[in-house]
């Protein structure tokens, strides 16, 4: 299993979690030649996080983290061919060939956690809050959602912020995604608005805050690893889902089981997992992730490697126009003629033309591109290719959108390797 060399959480508080990378002081338990985990945790956060002391401490290897406090070891289970790209906390994506259905399969849906997941979730306790400035404070069970609102299903396309970062050069850090931190369920749920509408949402509100029941890497439990929120306007979409399903069934636990938001077209960040409280506030949010450069970028173009001051970071919106080739996989063998297919999508806009290009881009073809299931859910587009000779190909995908948008050839370099929609290049050996 890989790591990466850092996560998008500050990197003294994941040394817990990490390999020994920060230099905060200790109880000198461990002599400071050793990296790892008591290294790096006091004694006493530790053993509050075991809840007991630990009497034989000093015989603990460095590096070694309580049995009782390990994930489950087989973290992509119930997924199928996932790229594994850390495992603590656990990010996984999934191989552009296997995205190839117009609905992603719960196994195949990818994962990006910024801390622990809860455990033996129990959906019939599982009790969500609206609070802030509401009218009225609920407390809402899932039965109490199905109930009192309507039951709405849809395919909405998740994507993360940080999808396609590992094309950028200089490297930005993080998890170093390539194409699969992106998918297309049909999730169903009730809409965020319904409920919003139902607490009473006062007319100074400005922002949500999300909350879930995830815990910090480091497992202070005053820590939250992420709290992201919309602006009001766009938390009252139609199509925003506190979803309790999954393609029809139930949640995979990594996708935030029993209760998650589902936001189309913004970062994937925003749509909390393992949803417990929606929060109304009359300011910008400021929950981690919400600050500093986690899930923004600079107000302006920038050249690669350029230093950029934090003051002139915004928060990331509306992803942008994208497309992915998820047939014929990325070196396959193929004869003269082919199927060519795979998806497009546009943050709080549709896509209206998708071309290929099967000779490094001089000359295009426009292809069938289907109109999207609804608002939200990613497009499916199809051709069929003849190729003139045998030999080496490529297959470039170019997405247009309704506003004209088009997907580059060039990478736009941000400080923290955000919003990389260059086009999708398929190479394949043609016989
Ligand atoms: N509670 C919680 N919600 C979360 C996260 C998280 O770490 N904890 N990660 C966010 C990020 S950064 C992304 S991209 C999406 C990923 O959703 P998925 O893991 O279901 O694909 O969940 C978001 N919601
Ligand atoms: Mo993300």
């Given at each position: 299993?890989?790591?990466?060399?850092?996560?998008?959480?500050?990197?003294?508080?994941?040394?817990?979690?990490?390999d020994g990378?920060?230099?905060?002081?200790?109880?000198?338990?461990?002599?400071?030649?050793?990296?790892?985990?008591?290294?790096?945790?006091?004694?006493?956060?530790?053993?509050?996080?075991v809840?007991?002391?630990?009497?034989?401490?000093?015989?603990?290897?460095?590096?070694l983290?309580?049995?009782?406090?390990?994930?489950?070891?087989?973290?992509l289970?119930?997924?199928?061919?996932?790229?594994?790209?850390?495992?603590?906390?656990?990010?996984?994506?999934?191989?552009?060939?296997?995205?190839?259905?117009?609905?992603?399969?719960?196994?195949?849906?990818?994962?990006?956690?910024?801390?622990?997941?809860?455990?033996?979730v129990?959906?019939?306790s599982?009790?969500?809050?609206?609070?802030?400035?509401?009218d009225?404070?609920?407390?809402?069970?899932?039965?109490?959602?199905?109930?009192?609102?309507?039951?709405?299903?849809?395919?909405?396309?998740?994507e993360?912020?940080?999808?396609g970062?590992?094309?950028?050069?200089?490297?930005?850090?993080?998890?170093?995604?390539?194409?699969?931190?992106?998918?297309?369920?049909?999730?169903?749920?009730?809409?965020?608005?319904?409920?919003?509408e139902?607490?009473?949402?006062?007319?100074?509100?400005?922002?949500?805050?999300?909350?879930?029941?995830?815990?910090?890497?480091?497992?202070?439990?005053?820590?939250?690893?992420?709290s992201?929120?919309?602006?009001?306007?766009?938390?009252?979409?139609?199509?925003?889902?506190?979803?309790?399903?999954?393609?029809?069934?139930?949640?995979?636990p990594?996708?935030?089981?029993?209760?998650r938001?589902?936001v189309?077209?913004?970062?994937?960040?925003?749509?909390?997992?393992?949803?417990?409280?929606?929060?109304?506030r009359?300011q910008?949010?400021?929950?981690?992730?919400?600050?500093g450069?986690?899930?923004?970028?600079?107000?302006?173009?920038?050249?690669?490697?350029?230093?950029?001051p934090?003051?002139?970071?915004?928060?990331?919106?509306?992803?942008?126009?994208?497309?992915?080739?998820?047939?014929?996989?990325?070196?396959?063998?193929?004869?003269?003629?082919t199927d060519?297919?795979?998806?497009a999508?546009?943050?709080d806009?549709?896509?209206?033309r998708?071309?290929?290009?099967?000779?490094?881009?001089t000359t295009?073809?426009t292809?069938?591109?289907?109109?999207?299931?609804?608002?939200?859910?990613?497009?499916?587009?199809?051709?069929?290719?003849?190729?003139?000779q045998a030999?080496?190909?490529?297959?470039?995908?170019?997405?247009?959108?309704?506003?004209?948008?088009?997907?580059p050839?060039?990478?736009?370099?941000?400080?923290?390797?955000?919003?990389?929609?260059?086009?999708?290049?398929?190479?394949?050996?043609?016989?």
């Amino acid at each position: 299993m890989t790591r990466t060399t850092e996560t998008t959480t500050n990197r003294n508080e994941t040394a817990f979690a990490k390999d020994g990378h920060s230099e905060r002081a200790t109880e000198g338990i461990v002599n400071s030649g050793r990296r790892g985990f008591l290294k790096n945790t006091g004694l006493a956060t530790m053993a509050a996080m075991v809840g007991a002391s630990i009497p034989f401490h000093r015989n603990m290897p460095a590096g070694l983290v309580p049995a009782a406090f390990a994930q489950d070891n087989d973290v992509l289970a119930g997924k199928d061919g996932l790229t594994l790209l850390n495992d603590r906390p656990v990010n996984a994506e999934t191989p552009a060939a296997l995205l190839d259905d117009a609905i992603t399969p719960k196994s195949r849906h990818f994962i990006r956690n910024n801390g622990i997941p809860p455990q033996d979730v129990d959906p019939e306790s599982w009790r969500l809050t609206i609070d802030g400035f509401v009218d009225n404070k609920l407390e809402l069970s899932i039965a109490d959602l199905r109930e009192q609102f309507e039951v709405v299903t849809l395919q909405l396309t998740l994507e993360c912020g940080g999808n396609g970062r590992n094309a950028f050069d200089p490297p930005a850090k993080g998890n170093q995604w390539t194409y699969g931190a992106v998918a297309c369920s049909e999730w169903t749920g009730v809409r965020l608005k319904d409920v919003l509408e139902k607490a009473g949402v006062q007319s100074n509100v400005v922002y949500t805050a999300h909350y879930g029941a995830d815990s910090h890497l480091s497992g202070n439990p005053d820590k939250l690893p992420i709290s992201r929120g919309l602006p009001i306007d766009k938390a009252m979409a139609d199509n925003i889902l506190i979803a309790f399903e999954m393609n029809g069934e139930a949640l995979h636990p990594m996708n935030g089981a029993p209760l998650r938001l589902v936001v189309p077209g913004w970062p994937a960040s925003t749509a909390q997992k393992w949803l417990t409280r929606i929060e109304l506030r009359d300011q910008v949010h400021d929950g981690p992730k919400m600050t500093g450069t986690s899930y923004r970028v600079p107000a302006y173009p920038v050249a690669p490697g350029q230093d950029v001051p934090e003051e002139d970071f915004v928060i990331i919106e509306r992803m942008p126009v994208k497309s992915l080739v998820t047939f014929p996989a990325n070196g396959a063998d193929i004869g003269m003629e082919t199927d060519v297919r795979g998806h497009a999508w546009s943050g709080d806009r549709s896509i209206s033309r998708l071309d290929i290009s099967i000779d490094f881009g001089t000359t295009w073809q426009t292809v069938e591109l289907d109109d999207p299931v609804n608002d939200g859910a990613w497009q499916n587009w199809r051709s069929k290719v003849t190729f003139p000779q045998a030999g080496y190909y490529e297959i470039w995908a170019r997405a247009t959108d309704s506003e004209g948008d088009m997907q580059p050839f060039a990478i736009a370099w941000n400080p923290k390797g955000y919003l990389n929609n260059m086009m999708h290049r398929v190479g394949v050996r043609v016989s």
